[in-house]
């Protein structure tokens, strides 16, 4: 079970994926985005992706130096097509057009199609609020990847479709990126790679009995996540579905989806058009400092911000490494390996 | 136990509130308002809410007659000042004039502030999902009206903070009107009202104990609703406290408020812009359709669409009339027949 420092792991990600045949963006953006991620303490969204990346990319699913198109555009929105190109770029992209556009006026929103997995969804909401914005961010399974039965229904019907929110302070971010289900997809995966079984109340079998076998969320047959307060999880996640599905024209869950990937869906509001950027920054820090205040509940030393765990994981993780699991990183290593004897 | 027609219900509260003083289009939205709400079942913003309102208009902090004044505005924002009017006046106004923003170009955003409680958010959001947009609003409790602690805190630091989302569809809308807690409050305290305990998991006492007295919630000392999924339901709560309250200038929830109200965030997005209306519609409807297929869980009969109970509770209220609480009758009815006698 290695602990690579990050610098070696993002030394890792750029060579593979530089020889197999990445743009120099593309490559930066999955190197950063990738141990980024790994760093803040998501690993569900850090290099344990990289295998699939891999095969995704060989199969022609993600296709390596794709251009970003613009379909339709004005000054407050745009539609976009990313060619399934990698991901990560593509989002990327996509954030900085809705920043340009919200900061010229007011707020913006950003829709984008035809794209890869775009990751970690905090990564481009806290863009957004860097540059003194509030972000929104969601996507889908562009129609795939379903992981989530309705609430009272068996049969999945949605993909996980998370979402995060990021906004600007006058000393930091509050940043949100949560999913509409009790955990995460990632989550049960990385406890099916270690070989652990998942707590109550994570999800159900195909019959909706509580398990907490990792394996029973994909079957054969397969289960469901649990949204999270039932009917309220659901709904956030039919929102999300939609937001990013049908606004960009990549299409919502359904049952003919021939790819998976992630409709993306981006705002961008400008609190200098609304009160002003100095007023809602102190606003926003003198309401994060009050919830703060509380008297902690028993369990618990101090109330935590979104956004706090991972800034410190990430401090710990730059000092201490990144636990890696043996399977990916063998896995990384030897596509490295061969790519490197047999280009 | 008053069973009340819907008609005479509306009159009642069309007398009550024109015997106070209220302008035309301020009884109209009421009555409106508060008899709606309790015709899809949401009694917790129905005519409850009256004798709170009337002691509220004869304290001064809901003023009738107020005018809505206009703090900014551009084509696609506007930041308004409610003048602590009736909210459900206000919170109306605000929606249409989101809705004719949106409608010109690609998506708008309004804030208000300094408006009194604007009732159920479903409204407004159905309002502009009814023009063919997607509606989304927020309000938080202008500072006041704390009933949440933070994930991992004991006392109280947040106000109940729902939000609702509205989207159309080729044949109908959907509604989604949640609070980031178990329940809102409005819940407790109908339980309360009559005499009835709360199941376990919706409130903690002072000291963080789970408990069934609906009473707890508001004590002294006082307990706290629980977010939804623990750090998920605060984390959305955070949001959309900043949304609402740092946005407008009304004020997220803090120490020293001094009274309460809705600041509001109102958000519109014109799918016509995205991909075309028609295209947009016709993919909600079969995602809707899709979704809706999954064969029912153990205890269902089918799967339900968030708004398709409240239509049906609607459709049966409309014949059968409304329950109202004897005590919520009651002090109705004495109000306006003193109003009556001693104008």
């Known amino acids: 079970m290695p602990v690579i420092g990050a610098i070696e792991l993002k030394q890792t990600v750029h060579d593979l994926f530089t020889l197999l045949g990445a743009t120099g963006d593309e490559v930066q953006r999955l190197q950063d985005h990738l141990v980024g991620s790994n760093l803040v303490g998501h690993d569900s969204h850090g290099v344990r992706v990289i295998p699939d990346y891999v095969h995704m990319i060989r199969g022609g699913d993600i296709v390596l130096g794709a251009d970003l198109e613009i379909v339709t555009e004005s000054p407050t929105h745009a539609v976009l097509d990313g060619n399934w190109g990698v991901g990560q770029l593509m989002g990327w992209r996509a954030a900085q057009l809705a920043i340009e556009k919200a900061k010229q006026g007011t707020l913006s929103a950003v829709s984008l199609r035809n794209c890869s997995h775009i990751g970690r969804l905090g990564e481009y909401t806290q863009m957004i609020a860097d540059q003194g914005l509030v972000g929104f961010v969601t996507v889908n399974g562009h129609g ?3 992981g989530v ?5 068996l049969e999945r019907r949605l993909s996980v479709n998370p979402m995060s929110y990021a906004v600007p ?23 099916a ?5 998942v707590p109550e109340g994570w ?13 029973a969320l994909n079957g054969p047959p397969p289960g469901s996540l649990i949204p999270v307060g039932g009917h309220k999880g659901f709904a956030l996640g039919l929102i999300v579905d939609i937001l990013s599905g049908a ?6 869950s359904r049952s003919d989806a021939d790819r998976w990937g992630n409709a993306t869906f981006i705002l961008a509001i400008n609190p200098e058009a609304f009160v002003g950027q100095q007023q809602f920054e102190t606003e926003v820090r003198e309401f994060l400092d009050y919830v703060k205040s509380s008297r902690p509940a028993p369990g618990f030393t101090e109330v935590l911000i979104p956004g706090e765990p ?3 994981e990430k401090e710990r993780r730059m000092k201490e490494g990144i636990f890696v699991e043996d399977r990916t990183w ?7 390996d061969e790519l490197k004897s047999d280009p």
Chains 1, 2 share one sequence.
């Open 330 to 336: 063998d896995t990384i290593t030897e596509i490295r």
């Open 169 to 191: 302070a006058s000393d930091g971010v509050l940043m949100i990126d949560i999913s509409p289900t009790v955990v995460a997809a990632g989550k049960v995966a990385v406890k």
């Open 310 to 312: 991972e800034n410190r």
């Open 247 to 252: 606004l960009s024209g990549g299409g919502c």
């Open 193 to 197: 790679l270690r070989g652990e079984p």
């Open 144 to 146: 795939g990847a379903q």
């Open 203 to 215: 999800i159900v079998d195909s019959e909706g009995r509580s398990t907490t076998d990792a394996n």
């Open 149 to 153: 039965a309705p609430w009272g229904g």
